[in-house]
Protein backbone atom coordinates (compact mmCIF):
# COMPACT_ATOMS: atom_id res chain seq x y z
CA UNK A 1 0.00 0.00 0.00
CA UNK A 2 2.98 2.49 0.94
CA UNK A 3 5.72 1.96 -1.18
CA UNK A 4 9.48 1.82 0.89
CA UNK A 5 7.59 1.72 4.53
CA UNK A 6 9.95 -1.59 4.89
CA UNK A 7 13.49 -0.50 3.77
CA UNK A 8 12.60 2.44 5.83
CA UNK A 9 11.18 0.30 8.82
CA UNK A 10 14.41 -1.66 8.42
CA UNK A 11 16.63 1.65 8.72
CA UNK A 12 14.75 2.97 11.57
CA UNK A 13 15.38 -0.30 13.40
CA UNK A 14 19.04 -0.62 12.94
CA UNK A 15 19.44 3.99 13.75
CA UNK A 16 17.27 2.65 16.98
CA UNK A 17 19.88 -0.49 17.84
CA UNK A 18 22.68 2.05 17.21
CA UNK A 19 21.80 4.10 18.96
CA UNK A 20 21.21 1.78 22.05
CA UNK A 21 24.04 -0.62 21.81
CA UNK A 22 25.10 -2.90 22.42
CA UNK A 23 21.70 -4.37 21.94
CA UNK A 24 20.31 -7.76 20.53
CA UNK A 25 18.10 -7.57 17.10
CA UNK A 26 15.74 -10.52 17.31
CA UNK A 27 13.71 -10.83 14.04
CA UNK A 28 11.14 -13.59 13.98
CA UNK A 29 9.52 -15.51 10.69
CA UNK A 30 12.86 -14.20 8.53
CA UNK A 31 11.87 -15.99 5.72
CA UNK A 32 8.60 -13.32 5.40
CA UNK A 33 11.34 -10.43 4.17
CA UNK A 34 14.33 -13.11 3.69
CA UNK A 35 12.69 -15.07 0.76
CA UNK A 36 14.75 -15.63 -1.95
CA UNK A 37 14.98 -12.95 -4.85
CA UNK A 38 14.69 -13.21 -8.13
CA UNK A 39 11.66 -15.64 -9.04
CA UNK A 40 11.09 -13.72 -12.48
CA UNK A 41 7.41 -13.94 -12.57
CA UNK A 42 5.26 -10.98 -13.03
CA UNK A 43 8.22 -8.51 -13.18
CA UNK A 44 9.46 -6.35 -11.41
CA UNK A 45 10.89 -5.10 -8.14
CA UNK A 46 8.75 -5.99 -5.48
CA UNK A 47 8.19 -4.38 -2.07
CA UNK A 48 9.65 -7.72 0.17
CA UNK A 49 12.57 -7.36 -2.37
CA UNK A 50 13.45 -4.02 -1.36
CA UNK A 51 13.04 -4.52 2.29
CA UNK A 52 15.46 -7.09 2.42
CA UNK A 53 17.88 -5.20 0.03
CA UNK A 54 17.88 -2.51 2.83
CA UNK A 55 18.33 -5.49 5.41
CA UNK A 56 21.39 -6.93 3.20
CA UNK A 57 22.77 -3.27 3.45
CA UNK A 58 22.57 -2.81 7.08
CA UNK A 59 24.08 -6.00 7.54
CA UNK A 60 26.70 -5.76 5.20
CA UNK A 61 29.52 -7.53 7.26
CA UNK A 62 32.04 -5.16 6.13
CA UNK A 63 32.12 -2.53 9.07
CA UNK A 64 33.50 -4.48 12.69
CA UNK A 65 31.45 -5.05 15.24
CA UNK A 66 29.21 -1.80 16.11
CA UNK A 67 28.03 -3.85 19.21
CA UNK A 68 24.67 -5.26 17.19
CA UNK A 69 23.73 -8.78 17.44
CA UNK A 70 21.38 -9.94 14.81
CA UNK A 71 19.35 -13.05 15.51
CA UNK A 72 16.76 -14.50 13.46
CA UNK A 73 14.38 -17.36 13.43
CA UNK A 74 12.94 -19.66 10.44
CA UNK A 75 11.12 -22.95 9.64
CA UNK A 76 11.79 -22.50 6.28
CA UNK A 77 15.24 -22.33 5.89
CA UNK A 78 15.87 -23.82 2.59
CA UNK A 79 14.13 -20.45 1.06
CA UNK A 80 16.17 -17.96 2.56
CA UNK A 81 17.75 -15.82 -0.43
CA UNK A 82 21.80 -17.09 -0.62
CA UNK A 83 22.95 -13.19 0.68
CA UNK A 84 21.55 -13.45 3.46
CA UNK A 85 23.49 -16.96 5.20
CA UNK A 86 26.97 -16.06 3.72
CA UNK A 87 29.70 -15.24 6.13
CA UNK A 88 29.25 -11.97 7.83
CA UNK A 89 25.72 -11.85 7.99
CA UNK A 90 23.42 -14.95 9.17
CA UNK A 91 26.82 -17.28 9.18
CA UNK A 92 26.16 -19.41 12.18
CA UNK A 93 22.92 -21.50 11.74
CA UNK A 94 21.91 -23.41 14.73
CA UNK A 95 18.97 -26.13 14.10
CA UNK A 96 16.64 -26.94 16.71
CA UNK A 97 15.27 -30.55 15.83
CA UNK A 98 12.47 -32.28 17.65
CA UNK A 99 14.19 -33.53 21.48
CA UNK A 100 15.37 -36.77 21.83
CA UNK A 101 14.49 -39.00 24.61
CA UNK A 102 16.51 -37.09 27.62
CA UNK A 103 14.84 -33.44 26.09
CA UNK A 104 11.52 -34.81 25.88
CA UNK A 105 11.56 -35.99 29.87
CA UNK A 106 12.59 -32.57 30.55
CA UNK A 107 10.12 -30.51 28.74
CA UNK A 108 7.12 -32.60 30.04
CA UNK A 109 8.77 -32.04 33.75
CA UNK A 110 8.36 -27.85 32.62
CA UNK A 111 4.90 -28.64 31.52
CA UNK A 112 3.89 -31.06 34.26
CA UNK A 113 5.09 -28.53 36.90
CA UNK A 114 1.32 -26.76 37.14
CA UNK A 115 -0.57 -29.67 36.69
CA UNK A 116 -1.78 -32.88 39.14
CA UNK A 117 -0.52 -36.04 38.18
CA UNK A 118 -1.51 -39.64 39.64
CA UNK A 119 1.44 -41.53 41.03
CA UNK A 120 0.97 -44.14 38.35
CA UNK A 121 2.16 -41.93 35.88
CA UNK A 122 5.83 -41.70 34.44
CA UNK A 123 7.05 -39.30 32.57
CA UNK A 124 9.86 -41.19 31.92
CA UNK A 125 7.55 -43.75 30.09
CA UNK A 126 5.40 -41.14 28.46
CA UNK A 127 8.79 -39.38 26.51
CA UNK A 128 9.75 -42.68 25.42
CA UNK A 129 6.01 -42.59 24.01
CA UNK A 130 6.69 -39.78 21.80
CA UNK A 131 9.33 -39.93 19.88
CA UNK A 132 9.07 -36.97 17.08
CA UNK A 133 7.16 -34.92 19.17
CA UNK A 134 8.35 -31.12 19.57
CA UNK A 135 7.83 -28.99 22.54
CA UNK A 136 4.71 -27.44 21.65
CA UNK A 137 3.32 -31.05 20.85
CA UNK A 138 3.94 -32.32 24.37
CA UNK A 139 3.30 -29.17 25.81
CA UNK A 140 -0.36 -29.90 24.46
CA UNK A 141 -0.48 -32.97 24.86
CA UNK A 142 -0.49 -32.53 28.66
CA UNK A 143 -3.01 -30.09 28.38
CA UNK A 144 -5.59 -32.08 26.58
CA UNK A 145 -5.03 -35.02 29.36
CA UNK A 146 -6.01 -32.32 31.96
CA UNK A 147 -8.80 -31.43 30.16
CA UNK A 148 -9.88 -34.57 29.62
CA UNK A 149 -9.30 -35.30 33.47
CA UNK A 150 -11.44 -32.65 34.19
CA UNK A 151 -14.14 -34.07 31.70
CA UNK A 152 -14.33 -37.10 33.62
CA UNK A 153 -14.51 -35.66 37.00
CA UNK A 154 -10.96 -37.37 38.14
CA UNK A 155 -8.55 -35.85 40.73
CA UNK A 156 -5.54 -35.89 38.81
CA UNK A 157 -4.40 -37.18 35.20
CA UNK A 158 -3.90 -41.20 35.13
CA UNK A 159 -2.32 -42.96 32.45
CA UNK A 160 -5.60 -43.43 30.49
CA UNK A 161 -6.12 -39.67 30.01
CA UNK A 162 -2.36 -39.62 28.72
CA UNK A 163 -3.49 -42.41 26.29
CA UNK A 164 -6.51 -40.82 24.71
CA UNK A 165 -4.21 -37.54 24.74
CA UNK A 166 -1.49 -38.98 22.72
CA UNK A 167 -4.50 -40.72 20.28
CA UNK A 168 -6.18 -37.32 20.03
CA UNK A 169 -3.05 -35.26 19.24
CA UNK A 170 -1.66 -37.65 16.55
CA UNK A 171 -5.29 -38.81 15.14
CA UNK A 172 -7.59 -35.89 16.10
CA UNK A 173 -10.82 -36.17 17.60
CA UNK A 174 -12.12 -39.33 18.70
CA UNK A 175 -15.47 -39.98 16.67
CA UNK A 176 -18.65 -42.30 17.54
CA UNK A 177 -17.93 -45.73 17.54
CA UNK A 178 -19.34 -48.39 14.82
CA UNK A 179 -22.52 -50.45 15.15
CA UNK A 180 -21.51 -54.27 14.81
CA UNK A 181 -22.25 -54.75 11.62
CA UNK A 182 -20.29 -56.38 8.22
CA UNK A 183 -19.02 -52.69 7.60
CA UNK A 184 -17.29 -52.56 10.99
CA UNK A 185 -15.94 -56.55 11.01
CA UNK A 186 -14.22 -55.57 7.61
CA UNK A 187 -12.60 -52.67 9.28
CA UNK A 188 -11.51 -54.94 12.16
CA UNK A 189 -9.99 -57.53 9.40
CA UNK A 190 -8.16 -54.50 7.70
CA UNK A 191 -6.50 -53.18 11.13
CA UNK A 192 -5.68 -56.75 12.37
CA UNK A 193 -4.24 -57.47 9.02
CA UNK A 194 -1.95 -54.39 9.38
CA UNK A 195 -1.06 -55.28 13.08
CA UNK A 196 -0.45 -58.52 12.03
CA UNK A 197 1.88 -58.56 9.34
CA UNK A 198 3.54 -55.86 11.13
CA UNK A 199 3.92 -57.67 13.90
CA UNK A 200 5.00 -61.01 11.75
CA UNK A 201 7.66 -59.41 9.53
CA UNK A 202 11.33 -58.82 11.19
CA UNK A 203 12.15 -55.58 9.89
CA UNK A 204 8.95 -54.15 10.87
CA UNK A 205 8.32 -51.46 13.96
CA UNK A 206 5.98 -53.52 17.25
CA UNK A 207 2.54 -52.71 17.53
CA UNK A 208 1.48 -50.39 20.09
CA UNK A 209 -2.75 -50.70 19.61
CA UNK A 210 -4.91 -51.40 17.36
CA UNK A 211 -8.57 -49.88 18.04
CA UNK A 212 -12.28 -49.30 15.82
CA UNK A 213 -12.58 -46.32 17.05
CA UNK A 214 -12.72 -43.51 14.76
CA UNK A 215 -10.29 -40.72 14.75
CA UNK A 216 -10.61 -37.85 11.97
CA UNK A 217 -11.16 -39.02 8.93
CA UNK A 218 -9.91 -43.27 9.72
CA UNK A 219 -12.66 -45.08 10.36
CA UNK A 220 -9.81 -47.46 12.76
CA UNK A 221 -6.53 -47.05 13.45
CA UNK A 222 -3.25 -49.24 13.84
CA UNK A 223 -0.61 -47.90 15.85
CA UNK A 224 3.28 -48.60 15.35
CA UNK A 225 5.82 -47.69 17.83
CA UNK A 226 8.79 -46.38 15.46
CA UNK A 227 12.72 -46.82 16.94
CA UNK A 228 13.80 -43.60 18.71
CA UNK A 229 17.18 -43.38 16.45
CA UNK A 230 16.03 -43.90 13.13
CA UNK A 231 18.14 -41.72 10.66
CA UNK A 232 19.18 -44.88 8.24
CA UNK A 233 16.61 -46.98 7.16
CA UNK A 234 18.00 -49.94 5.17
CA UNK A 235 16.29 -51.65 2.09
CA UNK A 236 14.41 -54.75 4.03
CA UNK A 237 12.85 -52.11 6.94
CA UNK A 238 11.35 -49.72 3.72
CA UNK A 239 10.26 -53.55 2.70
CA UNK A 240 8.44 -54.54 5.73
CA UNK A 241 6.97 -51.23 5.87
CA UNK A 242 5.31 -51.36 2.43
CA UNK A 243 3.89 -54.90 3.39
CA UNK A 244 2.58 -53.95 6.24
CA UNK A 245 1.00 -50.78 4.65
CA UNK A 246 -0.80 -53.61 2.56
CA UNK A 247 -1.77 -55.81 5.37
CA UNK A 248 -5.04 -54.33 5.58
CA UNK A 249 -6.06 -54.76 1.88
CA UNK A 250 -4.46 -58.38 2.03
CA UNK A 251 -6.86 -59.61 4.62
CA UNK A 252 -9.69 -57.80 2.54
CA UNK A 253 -8.97 -59.89 -0.20
CA UNK A 254 -8.20 -63.23 1.36
CA UNK A 255 -10.95 -63.15 3.77
CA UNK A 256 -13.98 -61.42 1.75
CA UNK A 257 -12.59 -62.14 -1.51
CA UNK A 258 -11.25 -59.75 -4.46
CA UNK A 259 -15.11 -58.56 -5.53
CA UNK A 260 -15.14 -56.89 -1.39
CA UNK A 261 -11.72 -54.85 -1.08
CA UNK A 262 -12.75 -51.22 -0.25
CA UNK A 263 -11.64 -47.78 -0.10
CA UNK A 264 -10.23 -48.10 3.41
CA UNK A 265 -6.95 -48.97 1.63
CA UNK A 266 -6.83 -45.42 -0.31
CA UNK A 267 -4.64 -43.58 2.03
CA UNK A 268 -2.12 -46.98 2.78
CA UNK A 269 -1.57 -47.41 -0.82
CA UNK A 270 -0.71 -43.66 -1.50
CA UNK A 271 1.81 -43.97 1.35
CA UNK A 272 3.44 -47.39 0.02
CA UNK A 273 3.82 -45.94 -3.66
CA UNK A 274 5.80 -43.40 -2.90
CA UNK A 275 7.84 -45.23 -0.65
CA UNK A 276 8.34 -47.66 -3.85
CA UNK A 277 9.23 -45.01 -6.31
CA UNK A 278 11.84 -43.18 -3.67
CA UNK A 279 13.26 -46.41 -3.69
CA UNK A 280 13.69 -47.04 -7.31
CA UNK A 281 14.52 -43.23 -8.30
CA UNK A 282 16.36 -41.39 -5.07
CA UNK A 283 17.33 -44.59 -2.91
CA UNK A 284 18.97 -46.65 -5.75
CA UNK A 285 17.01 -49.79 -4.08
CA UNK A 286 16.29 -51.54 -7.46
CA UNK A 287 17.70 -53.52 -10.52
CA UNK A 288 17.76 -49.98 -12.24
CA UNK A 289 21.36 -49.98 -9.93
CA UNK A 290 22.61 -47.04 -7.72
CA UNK A 291 21.25 -44.00 -9.65
CA UNK A 292 19.63 -41.08 -8.56
CA UNK A 293 17.42 -39.95 -11.40
CA UNK A 294 14.67 -37.84 -9.41
CA UNK A 295 15.66 -34.87 -7.34
CA UNK A 296 13.20 -33.05 -5.58
CA UNK A 297 11.94 -30.02 -7.04
CA UNK A 298 12.14 -26.14 -5.83
CA UNK A 299 9.39 -23.97 -6.08
CA UNK A 300 8.83 -21.50 -9.19
CA UNK A 301 8.28 -18.80 -7.26
CA UNK A 302 11.38 -18.53 -4.99
CA UNK A 303 13.97 -18.48 -8.07
CA UNK A 304 13.89 -22.15 -9.32
CA UNK A 305 13.23 -23.32 -12.84
CA UNK A 306 10.39 -22.33 -14.54
CA UNK A 307 10.54 -25.35 -16.96
CA UNK A 308 10.26 -29.32 -15.09
CA UNK A 309 12.36 -31.35 -17.41
CA UNK A 310 12.78 -35.05 -16.96
CA UNK A 311 15.58 -36.14 -16.10
CA UNK A 312 15.64 -39.06 -17.67
CA UNK A 313 14.56 -40.87 -21.01
CA UNK A 314 11.31 -42.11 -22.03
CA UNK A 315 12.71 -45.92 -21.51
CA UNK A 316 13.70 -45.35 -17.97
CA UNK A 317 10.40 -43.54 -17.17
CA UNK A 318 9.23 -47.60 -18.41
CA UNK A 319 11.46 -49.18 -16.31
CA UNK A 320 11.19 -47.55 -13.10
CA UNK A 321 7.53 -47.74 -13.27
CA UNK A 322 7.95 -51.56 -13.86
CA UNK A 323 10.31 -51.74 -11.00
CA UNK A 324 7.75 -49.94 -8.69
CA UNK A 325 4.99 -52.29 -9.65
CA UNK A 326 7.25 -54.81 -9.16
CA UNK A 327 8.32 -54.06 -5.30
CA UNK A 328 4.70 -53.14 -4.70
CA UNK A 329 3.20 -56.94 -6.08
CA UNK A 330 6.04 -58.68 -3.98
CA UNK A 331 4.99 -57.15 -0.51
CA UNK A 332 0.92 -57.96 -1.70
CA UNK A 333 2.16 -61.25 -2.84
CA UNK A 334 3.54 -61.10 0.83
CA UNK A 335 1.42 -59.60 2.59
CA UNK A 336 -1.62 -61.99 1.69
CA UNK A 337 1.14 -65.19 2.13
CA UNK A 338 0.96 -64.03 5.59
CA UNK A 339 -2.85 -63.82 6.40
CA UNK A 340 -3.39 -66.81 4.54
CA UNK A 341 -0.79 -68.73 6.43
CA UNK A 342 -2.13 -67.45 9.81
CA UNK A 343 -5.83 -67.23 9.70
CA UNK A 344 -6.91 -68.71 12.50
CA UNK A 345 -5.47 -66.38 14.91
CA UNK A 346 -6.51 -63.45 12.47
CA UNK A 347 -10.08 -64.47 13.00
CA UNK A 348 -9.46 -64.76 16.68
CA UNK A 349 -7.86 -60.81 16.90
CA UNK A 350 -11.09 -60.06 15.11
CA UNK A 351 -13.49 -61.12 17.39
CA UNK A 352 -11.88 -59.97 19.68
CA UNK A 353 -11.22 -56.78 18.62
CA UNK A 354 -14.68 -56.23 17.95
CA UNK A 355 -15.81 -57.36 21.62
CA UNK A 356 -13.16 -55.22 23.21
CA UNK A 357 -12.40 -52.06 20.46
CA UNK A 358 -8.72 -51.56 21.24
CA UNK A 359 -6.06 -54.01 21.75
CA UNK A 360 -2.92 -52.74 23.15
CA UNK A 361 0.55 -53.86 21.66
CA UNK A 362 1.38 -56.53 24.68
CA UNK A 363 -1.56 -58.32 24.62
CA UNK A 364 -1.55 -58.80 21.04
CA UNK A 365 2.14 -59.67 20.52
CA UNK A 366 1.35 -62.42 23.33
CA UNK A 367 -2.14 -63.74 21.38
CA UNK A 368 0.23 -64.33 18.24
CA UNK A 369 2.59 -65.95 19.54
CA UNK A 370 0.16 -69.08 21.02
CA UNK A 371 -0.22 -69.76 17.30
CA UNK A 372 3.68 -68.87 15.72
CA UNK A 373 6.82 -67.35 16.49
CA UNK A 374 6.74 -63.75 17.16
CA UNK A 375 10.41 -61.93 15.72
CA UNK A 376 11.82 -60.10 18.58
CA UNK A 377 11.98 -56.53 18.66
CA UNK A 378 12.54 -55.56 22.28
CA UNK A 379 14.87 -52.99 21.19
CA UNK A 380 12.17 -51.09 19.72
CA UNK A 381 9.05 -51.63 22.67
CA UNK A 382 8.98 -48.82 25.38
CA UNK A 383 8.86 -49.75 28.83
CA UNK A 384 5.94 -48.31 29.66
Not at 126 to 154: Q, Y
Not at 288 to 306: K, T, Y
Request: with cysteine; charged share 25%; glycine share 10%.
Amino acid sequence: MFVGVGASRVRDLFKKAKDNAPCIIFIDEIDAVGRQRGAGIGGGNDEREQTLNQLLTEMDGFEGNTGIIIIAATNRPDVLDSALLRPGRFDRQVTVDAPDIKGRLEVLQVHARNKKLDASVSLDAIARRTPGFTGADLANLLNEAAILTARRRKEAITLLEIDDAVDRVVAGMEGTPLVDSKSKRLIAYHEIGHALVGTLLKDHDPVQKVTLIPRGQAQGLTWFMPNEEQGLISRSQLKARITGALGGRAAEEVIFGPAEVTTGAGGDLQQLSGMARQMVTRFGMSDLGPLSLESQQGEVFLGRDWTTRSEYSESIACRIDAQVRAIAEECYDNAKKIIREHRSVTDRLVDLLIEKETIDGEEFRQIVAEYTVVPDKSQFVPQL
